[in-house]
């Protein structure tokens, strides 16, 4: 379908990419990834024919179509949105624009030859219209809009009145409608919410044709590619399988490459010894020019650039009470239109809260009344003891000085820490060597993030409010935000459309929707497993469970004695499994009973005046203190996961039950 081949493209004295061959088939999923600037968007301008390449060449099969979607999109259509998909198919859009001003002539004329004629012409017409597939058209049409979080009473608005983010979308259902051959999608999931990201995801999973695309979304990267070209900074990488196959096999390549480097490195050491200590005897000279011969020819093995993590202990935060934060019966309006009614909330120590939802839905200006930076009409907004908050939006990144190295706006934080601490933490986020002392000017949109980020966490607050925080992020970065986040000793609540992030960093969910909250303790798979029980109708999840299929017949029909020897095998399953998760539970709660019992009694000890007397008891004692209290902590943690896999335990058994009856 498509032949890419020996493809380079240069910019003053910067390579991006060179000799870049690949084909793209039909049914082909192809990801293009790699950091921010590596030549990933240039590489799609070229496919395009918006770009010329420095050398190769690009062909397509004759009669094959083409869809691009740019990250930057320019809307200049007057048209409304509805009509504005539907004529994104130039000959469908020419037949309706025909029948309609035939309908329009028809209620004028008055002369019966005429109105035959026209008559006749409008059959024709209608029935061309029908056999192109354009009664199916409008269905289709809407059908796309309402998948990617249109309203049905967005179809008849101006163009002119949707946002940015809108626009893209506008520009990503015309592109589905029309229905190309090849699908070109340069980061597609920008500006897209959770819902709309998996409808997406499960429509081009069902594509009738090639789908050549770009992300930093790695769950999306996962669940829909099949290949992968990585661009690296040193070369262009081609791997058949997902991204997480991709990252574990080019971890091992990694591993091979830097032993054969170290292999070739002392050969060549051993060489040049040789070389060196003969070079000036006569009698050698011919084995000295021939092992310098050999070094000439020898292909010098490169291990690329990887980014690994690096430890680094972030300053921990004041520890705050147990209740973090408290809304209690919020109002919000923005005008005439109501946003919450009566909202409570209540965010404890340890949460790692993700809000989600689809866009428009309020989640940012929730975030920004926990954040204190948005009035409200009525209700009460409560910080818990100890607790300091810091809000992260994607504006601060502009107020980010200038004329500041990325090392003086750090400093601006820690003015006392010393510089080889400042520049860990900003190794940490890919800031490295003479890094540091780059101007913010001349940043790019993700490295300023990555800026604010680390300034943000140079002192910690105990409660971090993060409004898309992944935004200009690429893959790498990503996985650093996930680092800092999973050793954050606080509470936060962020909001991302990074569904990687969310399932690695948070432990309970809160979703908005139509001006109410709904909070589900656990992971985001956890929510998404409630959300599909929910969607189909409490019995299954979105991809149907069964019984095991050596304990589900194949009859629809079920006779009372096969169902009670159906249930009796799925109670047995269930006991084998849950039994030791109780067990567990039982004696974590006997241990902490216990633990909490002493800590009172420690409690009262220090408050004890004359505890004091004895220093080594003191000592003593408070380390008693710190212990009991870690392991409160931990057994805390895994008693509340221990929970929440019996609870889901639960649930599954009873669905079970519930499909054989």
């Excluded at 059959?123 to 289709?140: K, M, N, P, V, W």
């Excluded at 900074?233 to 574990?248: A, H, L, P, Q």
């Excluded at 047995?572 to 974590?588: F, L, S």
């Amino acid at each position: 379908m498509l032949n890419v081949n020996g493809v380079s493209k240069s910019y003053s004295t910067r390579i991006l990419f060179s000799d870049v061959s690949f084909s793209v088939n039909v049914k082909d999923r192809i990801a293009v990834i790699g950091q921010n600037g590596t030549g990933k968007t240039t590489l799609f301008e070229i496919i395009s024919g918006s770009i010329e390449p420095d050398s190769g060449s690009i062909s397509l099969r004759r009669g094959t179509t083409t869809g691009y979607l740019r990250q930057d999109i320019k809307q200049t259509s007057r048209r409304r949105l509805l009509e504005e998909i539907l004529s994104s198919s130039g000959n469908m859009n020419d037949i309706a624009h025909k029948i309609q001003l035939l309908h329009d002539d028809l209620a004028e004329e008055k002369d019966e030859e005429r109105t035959a004629s026209m008559l006749r012409d409008l059959g024709e017409l209608q029935t061309r219209f029908e056999s192109s597939g354009g009664y199916d058209a409008e269905h289709e049409a809407k059908m796309i809009l309402s998948g990617l979080g249109f309203a049905v009473s967005d179809f008849q608005r101006q163009l002119s009145e949707f946002s940015g983010g809108w626009q893209t979308r506008v520009e990503l259902a015309k592109l589905l409608f029309l229905n190309p051959d090849l699908l070109i999608l340069d980061e597609p999931t920008n500006h897209l919410d959770l819902e709309t990201i998996r409808w997406f995801e499960n429509y081009l999973k069902a594509y009738h044709g090639a789908v050549l695309f770009t992300s930093h979304d790695r769950a999306f990267l996962n669940n829909l590619a099949g290949k992968i070209i990585a661009f690296d900074r040193d070369e262009v990488i081609f791997f058949n399988g997902d991204y997480d196959d991709f990252v574990i096999a080019r971890e091992k390549e990694l591993e091979i490459r830097q032993a054969a480097a170290k292999r070739q490195e002392l050969r060549i050491r051993k060489e040049m010894q040789f070389i060196d200590r003969f070079r000036a005897k006569a009698t050698k000279a011919a084995q000295v020019q021939s092992r310098i011969k050999r070094l000439e020819k020898m292909e010098k093995v490169v291990v690329p650039r990887t980014t690994k993590r690096i430890d680094f202990s972030f300053p921990e935060p004041q520890r705050s009470g147990r209740s973090v934060i408290k809304l209690d019966n919020i109002s919000k309006s923005y005008g005439a239109k109501p946003v919450y009614n009566g909202l409570n909330l209540e965010l404890s120590r340890g949460d790692k809260a993700a809000l989600v939802g689809p866009n428009g839905a309020g989640k940012t200006t929730l975030l920004r009344i926990l954040a204190g930076v948005l009035p409200f009409e009525r209700g009460m907004r409560t910080l818990g003891h100890n607790v300091t908050a810091s809000y992260f939006a994607q504006y601060y990144i502009e107020l980010l000085n200038p004329e500041n190295t990325i090392l003086e706006e750090i400093r601006q934080m820690a003015p006392d820490a010393p510089e080889q601490s400042l520049r860990s933490l900003l190794g940490v986020f890919l800031f490295s060597g003479d890094d540091v002392n780059k101007q913010i000017a001349v940043l790019s949109g993700g490295e300023k993030t990555r800026v604010a980020l680390a300034r943000m966490l140079t002192r910690p607050s105990n409660l971090l409010l993060l409004d898309e925080p992944t935004n200009h992020l690429d893959i790498p970065s990503r996985e650093i935000l996930t680092d800092a986040l999973q050793a954050y000793a606080g509470t936060f609540c962020l909001i991302t459309h990074d569904r990687t992030l969310i399932q690695e960093v948070a432990n309970k969910i809160i979703e908005i929707r139509d001006g109410g909250i709904r909070v589900f303790p656990g992971s985001y798979d956890d929510y998404l497993y409630m959300k599909d029980r929910e969607m189909n109708g409490g019995g299954t999840s979105g991809t149907k469970l069964t019984a095991p299929s050596s304990i589900m017949p194949e009859q629809q029909e079920l006779s009372q004695r096969q169902r009670r020897i159906l249930e009796g095998n799925l109670r047995n399953e269930y006991n084998r499994e849950m039994t030791p998760v109780t067990k567990r539970i039982v004696a974590i709660e006997n241990d902490l009973s216990i633990t909490t019992t002493r800590l009172k009694e420690i409690e009262k000890q220090l408050e004890d005046p004359g505890h004091y007397r004895d220093g080594a008891r003191v000592i003593e004692t408070n380390q008693e203190y710190k212990t009991l209290k870690n392991k409160t902590e931990v057994l805390t943690a895994e008693w509340v996961d221990l929970t929440a896999k019996s609870e889901k335990l639960r649930l599954d058994f009873e669905r079970k039950v519930e499909d054989i009856k």
